[in-house]
């Protein structure tokens, strides 16, 4: 039997799923699959990145490797990419390898062949993108923040949720396969009651005060609160729980800058009481001179200690207290198969995975939120999580005083 070619019948379910659903604002836990079954469990599905710079180059290479890497159900097909001009857009459609250069965002996103949404732009366009993305049904996962205001993130997790939409925010670093294996070692008691919690982000690319001011010099969502900070906050939540309170200064080290003045801050210090009652400190910098990407943790408890640095990602220091005195220290374990999403790469132990491939861990958990309609963390819930723990910490570093923050998943602290 002689069938259409794929491209004709993508074509059509794509133009009856678009006016049946789309248009009618259907929930997507309420559609039917509208992905081409490919034989053999796999389908494909439309991928959409809006941004073509740093993290949405990233994105495009993980949609097009995640597949071959993880064997994934779902398999994404680069199909629109949009950018901050039509011509830009083209330039990076012909570079990743996509299908189609749209005009703008809102022609991405209204793309029927468009199915699920990246959203890589700068900070301040997320919130309209993922709104309509949500509105039409489109799964979506969005660098962070997911908005540029407390309440606009707030808003977001509302829509998101209530229109049942498949949705994750882009913390990647907390998905190494070594921190991954931390969260585990935690979980399963292997340190015992955890007593103290340290995290920082540290990097120095404005360490030089003689660095002329540029685009991160302006507004909170591009300064160290808004950049650096959210990924310990991030690790911290992750690793530990809730924070209940906070502590904090926040401070610009170089106020002025060849080229004008600086608004944002440049580094900050955070004292927090966790929910289940350890304490513990988050530190993050962009002027911490000779820090590259130094984002570590260190971890004590009863029973233990673990510690980790994202400068040797593929590495975790295990502390037991386990055997003779003279014979305790730090074990330094290398990541290999037996560690979370480290297979998948490379059947060695010891020979690593690098930046890209958390975004390609990424984009598999992502595509797995859609194929199983489960959430996979960090949703928008967990983003609008460290967002409430931002804003409390700058409240904080205002007011001099220790401020409460709301537990997102379980009410007021």
């Known amino acids: 039997m002689s069938h259409p070619p794929i491209s004709i019948q993508i074509s059509q379910c794509f133009s009856l799923i678009s006016q049946k659903y789309l248009n009618n604002l259907v929930p997507w836990s309420l559609c039917p699959k509208t992905q081409i079954t490919l034989g053999m469990d796999m389908t494909k599905i439309g991928i959409g990145v809006v941004g073509g710079g740093y993290m949405g180059k990233a994105h495009s290479v993980a949609m ?31 570079s990743y390898g996509y299908e189609r250069a749209a005009r703008d965002w809102h022609d991405l996103v209204h793309d029927p062949k468009v199915e699920a949404v990246v959203i890589a732009s700068p900070q301040d366009t997320h919130e309209a993108i993922a709104r309509e993305a949500i509105a039409l049904g489109k799964p979506v996962l969005c660098e962070k923040p997911i908005a540029d205001t ?34 585990d070692l935690i979980q399963a ?23 002329p001011k540029n685009w991160r010099c302006e507004g909170m969502a591009t300064g160290n609160m808004g950049d650096l900070a959210p990924h310990p906050v991030n690790a911290a939540l992750r690793l530990m729980g809730p924070i209940e309170r906070v502590m ?94 480290y297979l998948p790469f490379c059947q060695g132990p010891g020979h690593g ?37 931002i804003d409390a910490a700058i409240r904080s570093s205002n007011t001099g005083a220790w401020v409460d923050v709301p537990d997102v998943f379980g009410g007021a602290s």
């Open 353 to 389: 995975t690098g930046y890209q491939d958390m975004i390609i861990i990424e984009a598999k958990d992502f595509l797995e939120a859609i194929e199983t309609g489960e959430a996979r963390f960090p949703t928008f819930r967990d983003g609008l999580a460290v967002a409430e723990v």
């Open 150 to 183: 407390l309440e606009g993130a707030r808003k977001m997790v509302d829509l998101a949720e209530g229109a049942n939409v498949p949705n994750m925010v882009g913390f990647n670093y907390i998905r190494t396969p070594a921190s991954r294996f931390a969260h």
């Open 64 to 94: 097009a490797a995640v597949g071959a890497v993880f064997d994934t159900k779902l398999r994404p097909v680069l199909q629109t990419i949009a950018a901050s001009s039509a011509q830009s857009a083209e330039r990076y459609r012909a």
């Open 248 to 341: 904090a200064e926040v401070e610009t080290v170089h106020k002025t800058r060849p080229g004008g003045q600086v608004t944002n801050d440049d580094h900050a210090q955070i004292m927090c009481r966790f929910k289940n009652g350890v304490m513990g400190h988050i530190y993050s910098s962009r002027v911490a001179t000779g820090r590259k990407m130094g984002y570590a943790y260190e971890i004590h408890g009863t029973k233990g200690s673990i510690r980790f640095d994202q400068e040797d990602q593929n590495a975790i220091w295990l502390y037991r207290t386990e055997g003779p005195e003279a014979e305790r220290g730090f074990r330094k374990i290398l990541t290999g198969p037996e560690h979370p999403d």
């Open 189 to 211: 008691g292997e340190i015992g009651d955890i007593t103290w919690f340290r995290c920082e982000h540290t990097e120095d690319f404005l360490s030089d005060p003689n660095l």
